[in-house]
């Protein structure tokens, strides 16, 4: 198809400036990553923040942060760069501004780079090392110019990993978890079985996401192992394992029963507990629709469209039940997905990605791909095929539960869909 050619296949996208948009229809509104960072900022307590960026990104973020003090004495300072800053630096100005912080009692600080800093080259390392002597307040930083980051999860990874400089060798507690990726309270994702069974076995669990405290973050490595949940977390686990030696287990990636089967006996092994068949039921559950999956979805082809926080493993999971992707959106390149693209491609498939971005364009290109079903959200349904929609639903969950939610699903989008065509047939049609 013509309308294809100007995006990439898989196999030749490497970061996010290889994914194209599916149609030159693009509309403003995929969210600046400095917008989320502030956001996540506000939510851990004790945490402060400095923003530097030109006017336009000062006033926007005040918009949704319009405090200049947390809830605890947090401190979420603006720093607005001058004419001649943009020109010659901000080094001299960041640092008085980061003592001015200090004297009023930031514990800590994460700055926030915007696109003008980033752009004319500004070191941000070498000024936060020199000024870091002076400071009562650990400072760490994030660099989020659009320019690089073309939607919002940069912002939530990036500053997330940026956390991981404010943390220090601890001594290791052999009973205690880091949960990267969920709230401490966190009610409207439901729990995964697997805590709750770690619980009862004497394990301590630390929820580390917005919602905890810069407490809990700077005594992360502590933790005996870490449990993530979230794609926005493991570039941080990773970080922690490097810099720290805390191993982790990525459970949000996995589906198929027998991945599973292997995350939480190295969760078993790691811990020194045993399961005693705690999980055999949902086991089972998960195991049989995984096995009539392979029957009824073999050969079908797909293209998964925006809300789905992982498509690459979601693929590798589809394919493994015998479907074809034949179109990607990747909102995020995410570090890992280069090993997700990998496995993949070296599956026998290598799918057009793209990111869609506006619904009544992209939808006619899709539809004469001929997809069988489509996964995620499509604001305008397709007539020619049915949609599984609502994926983010499953976004936080994991385990064989999310495996048996998500099958269950793709298979009532497909009784839904054979209903009504028997239907509109044994019924006929009217005219007048």
Known sequence: MKELMHLKRLSAVKSNI????????VFPG?????????VIVEDIVGLSSLLVGMQECTTHSRLFSPKPEGKKGELHWLYVLEDKEVVFGCREGLMDALRKMDKAGAKAILLIITCV????GEDIEGMIHEVQPELSAQVTYVML???????YP????????????????????????NV??????????????????????????RYLAPGASLEDFQNGPEAALNLVVSPYTQPLAVKMEEEFGVPYIALHTLYSVEEIDKAYAEIAVGLNICWDNCFEAERQEALAL???????????????????????PLAIYLDSLGMTALLLHLEEYYPEDRINAQQLIARGQDPWVCRMVNAE????????????????????????????????????????????????????????????????????????
């Open 30 to 38: 995929t969210h600046c990553p400095m917008r989320i960072a502030s």
């Open 117 to 120: 800093p980033e752009l004319i």
């Open 154 to 177: 940069p912002g939530s990874w990036k500053t997330i990993q940026a956390l991981g400089g404010l943390m220090e060798k601890k001594e290791k507690n052999p009973l205690l978890v």
């Open 18 to 25: 290889g994914i194209k948009f599916l149609t030159p229809a």
């Open 145 to 151: 110019g659009q320019f690089k980051n073309f939607s």
């Open 361 to 432: 364009a992209d939808l006619p290109i899709m539809e004469a791909l001929e997809p069988d079903i489509y996964f995620g959200y499509l604001q305008i349904a397709s007539p020619t095929a049915p949609c599984v929609a609502d994926m983010f639903d499953f976004y936080g969950q994991t385990g064989y539960g999310r495996t048996t939610r998500l099958l269950k699903r793709i298979f009532e989008t497909l009784d839904e869909t054979e209903k009504s065509r028997r239907g509109g047939i044994s019924h006929g049609s009217s005219s007048i």
């Open 180 to 205: 990267l990726g969920r709230s401490p309270e966190e009610d409207h994702i439901p729990m995964p079985s697997l805590l709750p069974e770690l619980q009862a076995r004497g394990i301590i669990l």
């Open 290 to 312: 995984q096995n009539h999956a392979k029957k009824r979805l073999d050969g079908l082809r797909y293209i998964s469209s925006v809300r789905i926080d992982l498509p690459l």
